[in-house]
Each structure stands twice: as C-alpha cells, then as structure tokens.
C-alpha cells in the first residue's frame, strides 16, 4: 500500500542536499550506493519509494523497484539498495543486448510500445511477470 512522502525531517542540510541530488539526477547523474542510502533516509526510509521517485525524474535510467518486481527475481528484502542496485544494473546490461529482438516483437505485437524506452517496456515485462508468480 502506497504511503505519503513525509519530508519533515530535522537535518536541513541532509534534505537540501537530497534535493541537489535530485536536481543532479534530472540532468543525468548516476547515483552511488551512499547517495540513495541518504535519499532512502528522507523517504519513508524505502527503497521502494526512492526508485519511484528517482523514475519520475529520470525514467530513462532509473526503474521502478517493488514487491512484485522483486518476486519475480524471487528475493524478499525489496527495501535493500544492494538488491536494487544489482536489478537496475541487470536491467541495463539486458537491455543492451536481448531486448532489442523482444523490444521489436512487442512493438509489432503492440504499436503503441514503440513510444516506450526498450527500458520501459523491460519493466513492464518484470512487473507483469511478478504479478503471476
């Protein structure tokens, strides 16, 4: 069940430097284990939240990482950044090589994914995949 964001946290300068990195994500940096330990400290203290976030200020890079995606992986420490980090860099070696021949069937099979990043349409695979597991 989705939570609210809650950003009344004390350390002022640990949310003012969560928002630069946020800022730096939107023009493209790529995030270290230490940076999303201190967003996850900001948000609800989840990973699960983090990655939603960090998706919609930079889709093209960061996926989303939730229970059902991780039950397809079957691992059960879904608020573990190790475990997130391991999924998105999986993601992103896969989509440089087998997801352009899957990313070409599903577009033929359904148009409206060539508006996709190869990215996206890996993450709905996932997603759907986890949901019948």
Known sequence: MPTILNLGHEN????EKCVDL?????????LQKQDLELLKKIVNNSIVGVSKLLHFVNPNYYLI????????????SVNNIDNYLKYLDFCH?????????VYHNICEIEPSFK???K???????FFNLGKTK
């Open 22 to 30: 946020i800022n730096k994500v939107k023009g493209g940096m790529i």
């Open 65 to 76: 990482w939730d229970s059902r995606v991780a039950r397809y992986f079957q691992i059960k």
């Open 115 to 117: 508006k996709a990043t």
């Open 119 to 125: 990215l996206r349409t890996l993450e709905f695979i």
């Open 12 to 15: 002022r300068k640990e949310l």
């Open 93 to 101: 070696n896969l989509s440089k090589d087998l997801l352009d021949k």
